[in-house]
């Protein structure tokens, strides 16, 4: 279940670019209430019977040594620098077991990835094989052109403004680049107060420029989002977090707290870039 300690949290963000207020007592994350449309979650369709069955041979060689290796979630998580839900889709059946999980995991408990899965095994066992370690050099990686996209304020994001090619004269004075993709309706704001602020990354200071792309984005656990809640007029920037069939609007500042996402909210971009400050 997710709470204040084990989630980076949340509370209020003032005025500004976020304006949004969510006073609320520490440890009960707060639940929103009002009406605009959530883009609802479809259901996934179950595995396919064999991928299933490795899942569940994983989560059984799982439990079989975890006590021994002193081992739970919450470690092969940040072995594997994902969420403790993510680990338990994949140990339950939710999603597929992937070369990845499978080879961090076989190196968590010791035992060969055939155990609780011979097609990945030798799926590895072919990735080896063609593979030339002294010839092993980075990939060079295409060259994209940077576009600029105008810094905006939350109430214009908020309202959903139009695409850049029809932004309204004026509307915004500083126009910023990346070579990230944002999609025709791309743009930039501007972080306000400490909610995002972190000790540790990532970390989106007050007055960090980070740019949203509003329009054809996936809803990914752990990414950060732009939400806006219709009966408020509240928009903030948020952590998105799923855990055990909740979502929830996380800051990265334990001195905050989380709260539901519920049918009140909905997102409407995702950070894809950011800029560092003070340098």
Request: glycine share 6%.
């Amino acid at each position: 279940m997710l709470t204040a300690s084990n989630l980076i949290c949340k509370q209020n963000d003032t005025a500004g670019i976020v304006t949004v207020s969510y006073d609320n007592p520490a440890g009960k994350p707060k639940k929103l209430t009002s009406g605009l449309s959530f883009v609802p979650m479809t259901k996934k369709n179950p595995l396919d019977p064999v991928l299933l069955a490795e899942c569940q041979a994983a989560n059984e060689l799982y439990l079989s040594k975890k006590n021994e290796l002193k081992l739970n979630k919450r470690k092969i998580a940040d072995a594997l620098g994902v969420s403790p839900a993510a680990v338990a889709h994949y140990l339950s059946g939710v999603n597929a077991l992937n070369v990845n999980f499978a080879s961090a995991l076989a190196k968590l408990l010791g035992e060969p990835v055939e155990k609780f899965s011979p097609r990945l095994a030798a799926v590895i066992a072919d990735l080896s094989a063609t593979t030339d370690n002294s010839n092993v050099r980075p990939m060079p990686q295409p060259h994209r052109e940077a576009r600029e996209y105008p810094l905006i304020s939350w109430v214009d994001a908020g309202r959903g403004v139009q695409s850049s090619a029809s932004y309204p004269t004026g509307i915004a004075d500083v126009w910023l680049s990346s070579t990230e993709n944002a999609g025709p309706k791309g743009y930039w704001l501007e972080v306000k107060g400490t909610s995002m602020t972190s000790h540790s990354t990532p970390t989106f200071p007050e007055g960090t420029p980070i740019l949203i792309r509003p329009e054809g984005f996936d809803l990914v656990s752990g990414k950060f989002y732009v939400a806006y809640n219709a009966e408020t007029e509240e928009t903030t920037f948020k952590q998105y977090v799923l855990d055990t069939g909740v979502a929830y609007l996380v800051p990265l500042n334990p001195s905050y707290q989380p709260v539901v996402l519920d049918e009140s909210w909905e997102i409407i971009g995702r950070a894809i870039d950011a800029k560092i400050t003070g340098m």
